[in-house]
């Protein structure tokens, strides 16, 4: 089956850090750019970070910059975003999707997880 | 990154025809890609690159643009239909969606 799961959601304080996953099966993982995209309780969807095949391209969006790191392991078949300095406003549900063929250039998402969860909160 | 501006809610009546629309700077130089998002679910891609349909998506789905402004049309409702919408693009360093729109069927 083609599809992405998320993992490492929890609840965390502020300042903390926190390691979220995403494992893919089903096609050529490869193949793919991938993002992490969230969405706070009630509100829209964020664009978050997005990563080419071969990890030469990463973009992160400027709420984020500084304090989140992308990676992905394409033997693993496995994305990756790493969270530090964890701030209140970054409580929501993080999505992984899949990105264009190859590389980070203009294009959508076809293929969504269902999400984690990190809610951060003292 | 550019603002996509988007009308809060929309309703309409089963069998009739939604008009989502999405305004902003990217377009028309840069694609437009519309999802549908339930509770609960993991959001669709319903139209991709401006007019295109993905494979599985029903017909009264389309996509159509006019100077800045894109537009998802939902042709004959139906109760099923009943989501949030939301429009996206993409410039050289960046993604951004709109800020959705609540589609209700009455």
């Known amino acids: 089956e083609v599809q992405l799961v998320e993992s490492g959601g929890g609840l965390v304080q502020p300042g903390r850090s926190l390691r979220l996953s995403c494992a893919a099966s089903?096609?050529?993982?490869?193949?793919?750019?991938i993002h992490w995209v969230r969405q706070v309780p009630g509100k829209g969807l964020e664009w978050v970070s997005g990563?080419?095949?071969?990890?030469?391209?990463?973009l992160y969006a400027d709420s984020v910059k500084g304090r989140f790191t992308i990676s992905r392991d394409n033997a693993r078949r496995s994305l990756y975003l790493q969270m530090n300095s964890l701030r209140l406003e970054d409580t929501a549900l993080y999505y992984c999707?899949?990105?264009?063929?190859?590389?980070?250039?203009?294009?959508?998402?076809?293929?969504w997880g269902l999400g984690t969860l990190v809610n951060v909160s003292s | 990154s550019s603002d996509l501006i988007q009308s809060p809610s929309l309703s309409v009546s089963p069998g009739q025809t939604a008009r989502i629309t999405c305004s902003g700077d990217?377009?028309?130089?840069?694609?437009a890609f519309w999802y549908q998002h339930k509770p609960g679910q993991a959001p669709v891609m319903v139209i991709h690159?401006?007019?295109e349909r993905p494979s599985g998506i029903p017909e009264r789905f389309s996509g159509s643009t006019s100077g800045t402004t894109v537009t998802l049309t939902i042709s004959g409702v139906q109760a099923e239909d009943e989501a949030d919408y939301y429009c996206?693009?993409?410039?050289?360093?960046?993604?951004?969606f709109g800020g959705g729109t609540k589609l209700t069927v009455l």
């Open positions: 999707s899949r990105g264009g063929a190859s590389g980070l250039g203009d294009s959508g998402f076809d293929l």
């Open positions: 089903g096609f050529t993982f490869d193949d793919y750019a």
């Open positions: 990563i080419s095949w071969n990890s030469v391209d990463i």
């Open positions: 990217p377009f028309p130089q840069r694609y």
């Open positions: 690159r401006d007019t």
């Open positions: 996206q693009s993409a410039d050289s360093s960046s993604f951004v």
